[in-house]
């Protein structure tokens, strides 16, 4: 039995792809994961055994991509107490609009945390689902807080570089 913190859930192995955002995240904080390929609609058996299985080996948060009518997130919070976090996935000509609008309508009751479309919401459902961890977890917690100061100084250096390049940047100010 493989023990993991986040189960991660998406309905194609096209999703891998954006996927890996959230992925990177959970690795960077040496955050242990799960990770199947499910459909709410073609698989529903599969799913809900997957959830059973994540539970059962330590799961405290699940993360689920899907794109078009996006249900999976909305059935696992539908079969789950744990905090589910969805990213909605371009797969249609809609671009994700879709995937994003099927996931935020979720009805009372059966709440799931909706990030943004595509890579920058599987970076942040990574992040998310760290801090969630990290109420738990003061390691965890120092990492994160680390995390946003690099992030800051990452902004920082950017500005500087800019500014030496172009006299119209104006990288210190008060």
């Not at 913190?5 to 955002?21: H, Q, T």
């Not at 390929?37 to 059973?52: L, N, Q, Y």
């Amino acid at each position: 039995m493989a023990n993991f913190d986040v189960s991660i859930l998406i309905g194609s192995d096209s999703d891998f792809p954006i996927i890996e955002e959230a992925i990177t995240i959970l690795e960077k904080f040496g955050i242990k994961y799960g990770l199947t390929v499910t459909s709410a609609h073609r698989t529903p058996e599969r799913t809900e055994k997957w959830i059973r299985y994540s539970e059962e080996n330590g799961a405290k948060v699940f993360i689920v991509g899907a794109g078009a009518a996006a249900h999976l997130a909305g059935v696992v919070a539908a079969k789950t107490t744990l905090p589910v976090i969805a990213i909605p996935i371009s797969a249609t000509s809609l671009n994700g609009v879709d995937a994003l609008y099927s996931t935020v309508q979720m009805p009372a009751g059966i709440p799931v945390a909706c990030m943004a479309i595509g890579k920058a919401g599987a970076r942040n459902a990574g992040i998310y689902a760290a801090q969630i961890l990290s109420l738990n977890n003061p390691e965890l917690k120092l990492k994160l807080n680390n995390f946003k100061i690099e992030m800051k100084k990452s902004v920082e250096e950017k500005a500087k570089r800019l500014s030496i390049k172009n006299p119209n940047v104006i990288y210190e100010f008060d």
